[in-house]
């Protein structure tokens, strides 16, 4: 076949069509044979790099990204794509150069903004080479990512802070742990109170660090003290952080450690409140940092009607009373498949009515693409021969929870999604949310796994991520599921992993041997006690752990009235006992690490590899197996 000028446009559709149809190297062949005609065809060179990518041929696509910006400069895929392969390659200064023309070009570009947000990890900002120590740039990224509400800020919050606290003035106060009272005298603390990425992170992000939510712990006990001793309708200095600070207790749902001084103190506050007639905002702060808003019958109906000059003060009435009032109406719109009658079931539904997990304000925007395109780039390097090409997506997301995987499934094109979870307070949440975002194509089922064969129904995609190793059976839950997936479909499964959760299970026999309860108190006093025997190498590993910072997340990872831990030899039976095929894990990170252990695995599926490699570093899958299935073509 030989190309001429005229043909190339022709050509390159065609390339396109191979690139897109996972037909890497006949793609591969027609693009070199374009550029070999026009050495300046921007598509071909573009196309091509972000094939040499997948490839993982850094340096190749490094080469092409850099002709195809002096071409056109202003394409901000291409700085983005060119950050992203200079990041895999280790040159983090030039990363950081590409990702911040990206984001001048198009200040608007989430892409290149969470690129930047990876980058500037600690692991990686150490080793980039800023002018004297200068992190105002690193900061202001933060800073641009918190003021968005497209952003799962809680996902970027330890980069955040690891900026904030780089800052000389507050490098001390948090690197020698000095919490000397009383901290609202304390300069850099007021300041640090009043500094507006420190305040963003409250109101958007769990804060998930020990001594900051030492420091904050404190702060509010002195806030509430001033708030008791002071005359009546004062004008309180640090209302904004009182709101912020409100706002994050509610997120993390009381979590932080209470005294029973501090609780006299609020239940007479609520006494004092419900007799006045005038509005003091500060003490409604501070009364939503300890318990709910919308717990407080009398004082809510004040509430209802009014409205503050004060945008930060709306929003808290908001979160913390109209949110959860929609949430209660919206329970007696979600229809149940039947009564939820399995012993293990009700359990495991009480501890999630209590608890909705996860909470979320914000998620990241996604870009909607065809589910098999998001397939490949989730289970690669392993490619796949597809024998169905999907019109209208049928997913099922079996155990929803609070939604916030939902709104990942939702970005398949053509979807239709069918959202089951054994709790009413956690479908409610869900439906909030998504409604709030708009989306229209996802139904709510209040159902029972086990219960499942009554919809009479098959779909095309099966999503059942941390729900089956809570189930007393977890086998017997996979096979209902099965059953409701056709033939050509897909499953994605999440499972624990007995070697990643070993500290898990130390911490279950701790709280089992001093008798904790699994109740708001409990839970705290549980905390406390693992926050003081840091030094525990276990502890340790459970304080670095995200969910040990929600109150729904810590009775989950460690209270969870049943738990089901598997290894990958188990996964390998359950693969053949099913007459499955393993088509790969999700993680690019965790794959990237195997190859280069296995790289004779060249489609990072061979699961006797990967438990040797998981022998090798057990911390591997500390979230989850997160692994996508299907049936065996026949």
């Given amino acids: ?25 006949e793609a591969e062949k027609l693009y070199k044979k374009i550029l070999k005609i026009n050495s300046t065809h921007f598509n071909s060179i573009f196309y091509l790099s972000s094939l040499f990518a997948f490839k993982k041929k850094y340096k190749e696509a490094k080469e092409l990204l850099e002709k195809a910006i002096m071409i056109q400069p202003n394409y901000v895929s291409a700085h983005n794509n060119l950050g992203a392969i200079l990041l895999k390659l280790g040159d983090y200064n030039g990363a950081l150069f590409s990702f911040q023309n990206a984001t001048q070009i198009n200040p608007n570009d989430i ?43 809680s996902e970027i919050f330890s ?57 904050l712990t404190s702060v509010r006990y002195e806030i509430l003290l001033n708030i008791e001793n002071s005359e009546k309708n004062i004008l309180y200095d640090n209302l904004r952080f009182t709101i912020a600070l409100s706002q994050q207790c509610f997120f993390n749902e009381y979590v932080f450690f209470q005294t029973k001084k501090e609780i006299d103190i609020i239940n007479q506050l609520i006494i004092s409140i419900e007799k006045k007639e005038k509005i003091n905002e500060m003490e409604i702060a501070i009364l939503g940092c300890y318990l709910p808003l919308h717990s407080l019958g009398k004082i809510v109906k004040k509430l209802a009607n009014y409205k503050s000059e004060n945008i930060l003060f709306n929003d808290l009435i908001s979160m913390q009373i109209n949110e959860p009032l929609k949430e209660k109406n919206l329970i007696n719109s979600i229809k149940s498949l039947s009564k939820i009658s399995d012993k293990v079931s009700l359990q495991v539904k009480d501890q999630y009515e209590k608890n909705p997990y996860p909470r979320w304000r914000y998620t990241y925007s996604q870009i909607s693409s065809p589910f098999l395109t998001k397939l490949e780039r989730q289970i690669g390097p392993n490619k796949i021969k597809i024998q169905t090409q999907f019109d209208k997506l049928k997913i099922l997301v079996a155990g929803c929870g609070t939604g916030q995987h939902v709104c990942i499934a939702k970005d398949y094109l053509n979807s239709n999604i069918l959202a089951i979870d054994l709790s009413l307070q956690s479908l409610a949440y869900a439906k909030r949310k998504t409604d709030e975002l708009g989306f229209d194509n996802i139904e709510y089922l209040h159902a029972d796994i086990l219960e499942l064969n009554k919809l009479k129904k098959k ?18 839950g996979l096979e209902i599921l099965l059953n409701l997936l056709e033939p050509h479909g897909f499953m994605k499964l999440g499972l624990y992993s007995d070697k990643a959760r070993q500290h898990i299970v130390h911490i279950r026999e701790f709280i089992k041997k001093n008798k904790f309860n699994n109740t708001t108190d409990g839970i705290r006093d549980c905390r406390k006690s693992i926050i003081n025997k840091k030094e525990d190498k ?28 598997f290894n990958l030899s188990q996964i390998s039976q359950m693969v053949s006992d099913f007459d499955l095929e393993f088509l790969g894990f999700t993680d690019e990170n965790i794959k990237y690490k195997y190859a280069k252990k296995f790289p004779d695995d060249k489609e990072n599926i061979l699961l006797e590899n990967w438990n040797k490699f998981e022998t090798l570093e057990p911390g591997t899958f500390i979230g989850m197996y997160n692994f996508w299935l299907r049936k065996k073509i026949q």
Avoid: W
Avoid at 3 to 15: G, H, R, Y
Avoid at 181 to 197: A, C, G, S, V
Avoid at 541 to 553: A, G, N
């Fill in 459 to 476: 779909f095309d995609v099966i999503e059942c991520v941390g729900v089956l190793h809570h189930m007393e059976k977890p086998m017997k």
């Fill in 1 to 25: 076949m030989t190309i001429d000028n005229i043909n190339v446009e022709k050509f390159f559709n065609l390339a396109f069509k191979n690139h897109k149809e996972n037909n890497l190297n």
């Fill in 538 to 565: 276990m502890f340790k590993e459970v304080l670095d752990r995200s969910d040990f910072y929600t109150l729904s997340s810590a009775r989950d990872l460690m209270f969870h009235a049943q738990e089901h831990r």
């Fill in 111 to 153: 892409s290149s903004k969470n690129n930047l947000a990876v980058l500037l990890r600690s692991s990686h900002l150490r080793k980039i080479n800023i002018k004297n120590n200068d992190n105002s740039y690193s900061k202001s990224i933060f800073l641009t990512l918190f003021r968005r509400n497209d952003v799962y800020h």
């Fill in 159 to 215: 980069d955040a802070k690891f900026v904030l606290f780089s800052e000389k003035k507050y490098h001390q106060l948090y690197y020698t742990k000095n919490l000397s009272t009383p901290l609202l005298k304390n300069l850099i603390i007021q300041d640090l109170l009043n500094e507006e990425l420190f305040v963003l992170m409250l109101q958007k992000s769990i804060i998930k660090d020990v001594f900051l939510e030492k420091m």
